[in-house]
């Protein structure tokens, strides 16, 4: 089978040399070339957060870390932010894969901790 370099379209007919649309002579692909693996991902319940700015703030935290997170809204976009459930006590949830999970919640809890001693700090400075 040969490809097309430009538009990518692929050719089982061996006698074509040249790709019917771009006119570009085709290549055989390289043997080494593998399908793309796809990787499934567990993922894990991080933490509620009550609004989209906390949210992204985590996120940040989080992928600059390395550790990939998703964030979920919990409430009907189109019904301007009505909860989804009324179960639910956040306005999103944060997501991690399952393997990330125990260092995920140990560099949130170190942000979150860095957070608390600044506003004491800035409570110090107020009096």
Known sequence: MRICPSCGAE????????CADCGVPLVY???????PQVEYVD??????????????MILGVLRQ???????????????GG???????????????????????????EEYLEGLEVSEAAEGDEGE
């Open 11 to 18: 050719y089982v007919d061996d006698r074509r040399r040249t």
């Open 43 to 56: 993922w894990k319940l991080l933490i509620g957060v009550p609004n989209l700015v906390v949210g992204t």
């Open 82 to 108: 009505v909860p989804s459930s009324p179960f639910r006590d956040f306005w999103g949830e944060v997501y991690v894969p399952e393997r990330l999970y125990d260092l995920a919640r140990q560099v949130v």
């Open 65 to 79: 870390a390395d550790i990939p997170a998703r964030l979920q809204e919990n409430t009907i976009p189109v019904y």
């Open 29 to 35: 692909p390289p043997e080494d070339a593998q399908e």
